[in-house]
């Protein structure tokens, strides 16, 4: 019988019988959906890995095992899955993260991805084996060390051979519980819940919880008269002995739908009056056993129903039994708007096949509206005519699947969905489209592995669709006071024997003074942060109210969040040249130019040379070397002479290099336009 339903020969004469609807991941185990709990290629998936792929996916962190016929994720990875696929459930969710963790859909196809969710649906979080516990996995420290550890952080004391909570946390506990359990106030306390073990977090709860506790007989002690009396009057209880009781076989049938829906034995024992007092702890784990092997048995007779305790107990149960029923018909109506069809038909022929009729609360149509299932779908799906058909439909797909798989390995040579429509009609005499050929390529696992996706490249787009600033100075690069706008940008300096090291300079785009110029053998994030922090703060109290711009171009390290972050920290705005276009940036390039004409870096052999030479060149390039397009000065004596200006002095210096950017701009407009006449010639 399905796990939550009463039993069919159970009475229905005094109150009426009510079927109960087992869990969605009962429904689902009813099923036969091939899904594994450690996330393998599923069968569906119906290809194998090729030894450039299996090379490839052993080298993400993602990934813990990776075999040509088996793929299994890391346990930290795949909570991290569930976690933002519980947001919102569906196969689109799971096939975004793996594609932006490295893992593209195209090489582990929809079979892989849908066994996944079907996991997640059955099992809910991950499990890391039988101890589930990621510390299992990824804490390799002793039981020594572990020990060392919470002692350390004051909580815990030594206790024989082994430790146990002191005294004084658990007097700090006491004020705490229950109002916030023992494993938030151990997070709280920076105490992983997972390190103190379960059985020392129990053990004190039970400690607690001692008062409330009923007392339990000692091993050896016997019943007191006063229990046997009550006991024998029990409807569920057998027979009376001195030392246990002994239950009858209709309680552990009775209870066998509610222990599988979740409810404790002591919660069993409460909802049949039976006092938790009258059973050891040895007692209990035997009736634990006996439920859950407990046989039908023969329906009570009329007497029992005489018996006002037993009709309490009974309408007691049923109420639990309508409780856990609704919440059945609440989970399998939630999960059915995400599921697949098949999955749908094998809930419909379960739904179809539950008994219906006087003797039961709920007729057909009401398990459907309950369910939210439409009642035309359910009759269309469910019918012989629909079966025939579905059949066929399938056995015409499997058709069409092997000719695509027939012209897919004809020649050889590795084809996409363009090359097989056009090479179907002589290789498998069929003609399909192109829609339908990528529908049953993805279905049967069959990827081309010719110019698949680059994750790099789709996460870097993404970057510029969120993260591009505006160009703010759209070359006015002079038309500002100095120490307001700063333009920067990283080159490679190639040294040495084959050595390569990376620049990150930054200029003032007004004076033309070189601000920073960090050196590093890296091209990564810290190269271009250490240039920004070496910038002035724009919250400095000389001038609270106006803003300094950095002026970049469109480099993957400038669209990066903790750049952006620590720049907006810092008060600074962001301001990005056109992608492609240098000459939105053309100062620092051409500083760039000068700088590698005249410093002699590529003589030097290792890197503290190099930047010993960048160092002095830089001294040398602000007060030393002269600009011819700053009245012929270095860019130190420049900025002195724009700042010993009065603002009369200043506003004639403007409307000069207004001229000027009028007139450059007017040149740079002529130049397009021929641009385009001569375009393709």
Same mark, same amino acid.
């Given at each position: 019988?399905?796990?939550?339903?009463?039993?069919?020969?159970?009475?229905?004469?005094?109150?009426?019988?009510?079927?109960?609807?087992?869990?969605?991941?009962?429904?689902? !185990?009813?099923?036969?959906?091939?899904?594994?709990?450690?996330?393998?290629?599923?069968?569906?998936?119906?290809?194998?890995? /090729?030894?450039?792929?299996?090379?490839?996916?052993?080298?993400?962190?993602?990934?813990?095992?990776?075999?040509?016929?088996?793929?299994?994720?890391?346990?930290?990875?795949?909570?991290?899955?569930?976690?933002?696929?519980?947001?919102?459930?569906?196969?689109?969710?799971?096939?975004?993260?793996?594609?932006?963790?490295?893992?593209?859909?195209?090489?582990?196809?929809?079979?892989?991805?849908?066994?996944?969710?079907?996991?997640?649906?059955?099992?809910?979080?991950?499990?890391?084996?039988?101890?589930?516990?990621?510390?299992?996995?990824?804490?390799? #420290?002793?039981?020594?060390?572990?020990?060392?550890?919470?002692?350390?952080?004051?909580?815990?004391?030594?206790?024989?051979?082994?430790? /146990?909570?002191?005294?004084?946390?658990?007097?700090?506990?006491?004020?705490? *519980?229950?109002?916030?359990?023992?494993?938030?106030?151990?997070?709280?306390?920076?105490?992983?819940?997972?390190?103190?073990?379960?059985?020392?977090?129990?053990?004190?709860?039970?400690?607690?919880?001692?008062?409330?506790?009923?007392?339990?007989?000692? !091993?050896?002690?016997?019943?007191?008269?006063?229990?046997?009396?009550?006991?024998? =009057?029990?409807?569920?209880?057998?027979?009376?002995? %001195?030392?246990?009781?002994?239950?009858?076989?209709?309680?552990?049938?009775?209870?066998?739908?509610?222990?599988?829906?979740?409810?404790?034995?002591?919660?069993?024992?409460?909802?049949?009056?039976?006092?938790?007092?009258?059973?050891?702890?040895?007692?209990?784990?035997?009736?634990?056993?006996?439920?859950?092997?407990?046989?039908?048995?023969?329906?009570?007779?009329?007497?029992?129903?005489?018996?006002?305790?037993?009709?309490?107990?009974?309408?007691?149960?049923?109420?639990?039994?309508?409780?856990?029923?609704?919440?059945?018909?609440? #989970?399998?109506?939630?999960?059915?708007?995400?599921?697949?069809?098949? /999955?749908?038909?094998?809930?419909?022929?379960?739904?179809?096949?539950?008994?219906?009729?006087?003797?039961?609360?709920?007729?057909?149509?009401?398990?459907?509206?309950?369910?939210?299932?439409?009642?035309?779908?359910?009759?269309?799906?469910?019918?012989?005519?629909?079966?025939?058909? !579905?059949?066929?439909?399938?056995?015409?797909?499997?058709?069409?699947?092997?000719?695509?798989?027939?012209?897919?390995?004809?020649?050889?040579?590795?084809?996409?969905?363009?090359?097989?429509?056009?090479?179907?009609?002589?290789?498998?005499?069929?003609?399909?489209?192109? %829609?339908?050929?990528?529908?049953?390529?993805?279905?049967?696992?069959?990827?081309?592995?010719?110019?698949?996706?680059?994750?790099? %490249?789709?996460?870097?787009?993404? *970057?510029?669709?969120?993260?591009?600033?505006?160009?703010?100075?759209?070359?006015?690069?002079?038309?500002?006071?100095?120490?307001?706008?700063?333009?920067?940008?990283?080159?490679?300096?190639?040294?040495?024997?084959?050595?390569?090291?990376?620049?990150?300079?930054?200029?003032?785009?007004? /004076?033309?003074?070189?601000?920073?110029?960090?050196?590093?053998?890296? =091209?990564?994030?810290?190269?271009?942060?250490?240039?920004?922090?070496?910038?002035?703060?724009? &919250?400095?109290?000389?001038?609270?109210?106006?803003?300094?711009?950095?002026?970049?171009?469109?480099?993957?390290?400038?669209?990066?969040?903790?750049? &952006? =972050?620590?720049?907006?920290?810092?008060?600074?705005?962001?301001?990005?040249?056109?992608?492609?276009?240098?000459?939105? =940036?053309?100062?620092?390039?051409?500083?760039?130019?000068?700088?590698?004409?005249?410093?002699?870096?590529?003589?030097?052999?290792?890197?503290?040379?190099?930047?010993?030479?960048?160092?002095? *060149?830089?001294?040398?390039?602000?007060?030393?070397?002269?600009?011819?397009?700053?009245?012929?000065?270095?860019? %130190?004596?420049?900025?002195?002479?724009?700042?010993?200006?009065?603002?009369?002095?200043?506003?004639?210096?403007?409307?000069?290099?207004?001229?000027?950017?009028?007139?450059?701009?007017?040149?740079?407009?002529?130049?397009?336009?021929?641009?385009?006449?001569?375009?393709?010639?």
């Amino acid at each position: 019988m399905a796990t939550g339903a009463l039993p069919k020969e159970a009475p229905t004469s005094t109150m009426r019988r009510i079927k109960m609807v087992p869990n969605w991941r009962t429904t689902l !185990r009813q099923c036969p959906t091939p899904v594994g709990h450690h996330f393998y290629v599923g069968k569906s998936m119906r290809k194998k890995f /090729t030894s450039e792929e299996i090379k490839y996916l052993a080298s993400l962190p993602e990934v813990k095992q990776v075999t040509e016929n088996k793929l299994i994720l890391t346990f930290s990875f795949r909570e991290k899955l569930y976690s933002i696929w519980r947001e919102a459930p569906g196969m689109s969710v799971i096939r975004k993260t793996l594609a932006e963790t490295g893992i593209p859909y195209s090489l582990v196809g929809k079979g892989y991805v849908r066994d996944l969710h079907k996991n997640f649906l059955q099992f809910g979080a991950p499990r890391n084996g039988k101890l589930c516990s990621s510390v299992r996995e990824e804490n390799t #420290e002793s039981k020594s060390e572990i020990n060392s550890l919470l002692i350390g952080t004051g909580c815990f004391e030594i206790k024989g051979k082994g430790i /146990t909570f002191s005294r004084d946390y658990i007097r700090k506990l006491t004020d705490r *519980y229950p109002k916030t359990s023992i494993e938030d106030c151990l997070r709280q306390d920076g105490i992983d819940p997972q390190l103190v073990g379960y059985q020392r977090i129990y053990a004190l709860k039970r400690k607690f919880e001692q008062e409330s506790i009923p007392e339990r007989r000692p !091993r050896g002690e016997n019943l007191t008269s006063e229990q046997i009396e009550a006991a024998q =009057n029990h409807p569920y209880i057998l027979r009376v002995p %001195r030392k246990q009781i002994v239950l009858c076989p209709d309680f552990y049938w009775e209870a066998k739908a509610l222990e599988a829906h979740g409810m404790t034995i002591t919660e069993i024992l409460q909802l049949f009056e039976l006092p938790d007092g009258w059973f050891r702890p040895s007692s209990r784990i035997r009736i634990k056993y006996d439920i859950r092997n407990a046989v039908p048995v023969n329906p009570p007779d009329e007497l029992a129903w005489n018996n006002s305790q037993f009709v309490r107990i009974q309408r007691r149960r049923l109420i639990r039994l309508e409780q856990f029923a609704a919440q059945g018909y609440s #989970e399998i109506r939630e999960k059915l708007g995400s599921s697949d069809p098949e /999955t749908c038909l094998r809930v419909y022929e379960w739904v179809r096949d539950i008994p219906t009729g006087e003797k039961y609360q709920d007729s057909l149509s009401q398990i459907l509206l309950k369910l939210g299932i439409c009642r035309s779908r359910f009759y269309r799906m469910c019918s012989d005519a629909f079966k025939a058909a !579905r059949k066929s439909r399938m056995e015409k797909e499997k058709q069409d699947l092997e000719a695509v798989r027939k012209t897919s390995e004809y020649g050889g040579y590795p084809k996409g969905s363009r090359q097989i429509y056009m090479q179907m009609a002589n290789v498998a005499n069929r003609h399909m489209s192109r %829609r339908k050929i990528r529908k049953l390529m993805k279905k049967a696992g069959i990827v081309c592995p010719v110019r698949k996706a680059n994750a790099s %490249r789709q996460k870097a787009r993404e *970057y510029l669709k969120t993260h591009v600033k505006p160009n703010l100075l759209r070359r006015r690069f002079r038309l500002n006071r100095p120490g307001k706008v700063f333009l920067t940008d990283v080159t490679y300096l190639d040294y040495g024997e084959n050595q390569r090291a990376y620049g990150s300079a930054c200029k003032d785009s007004v /004076t033309g003074e070189v601000v920073d110029f960090t050196i590093r053998s890296e =091209n990564d994030l810290n190269l271009v942060k250490e240039t920004l922090l070496a910038l002035p703060d724009g &919250q400095n109290e000389s001038m609270p109210d106006e803003k300094l711009i950095l002026h970049s171009d469109q480099g993957v390290l400038y669209l990066t969040d903790e750049f &952006q =972050n620590t720049a907006s920290s810092r008060n600074l705005t962001l301001s990005m040249s056109k992608r492609g276009n240098c000459w939105d =940036n053309a100062p620092q390039e051409s500083f760039f130019g000068h700088f590698k004409d005249e410093c002699p870096y590529k003589d030097c052999s290792t890197l503290e040379e190099v930047r010993t030479a960048v160092k002095e *060149y830089v001294i040398y390039y602000n007060t030393q070397r002269g600009q011819w397009n700053r009245n012929k000065m270095t860019p %130190r004596a420049y900025r002195e002479y724009l700042l010993n200006m009065n603002d009369s002095q200043f506003s004639v210096w403007m409307e000069e290099q207004e001229k000027y950017y009028a007139e450059m701009k007017k040149r740079a407009e002529q130049r397009a336009v021929e641009r385009a006449r001569t375009l393709g010639v």
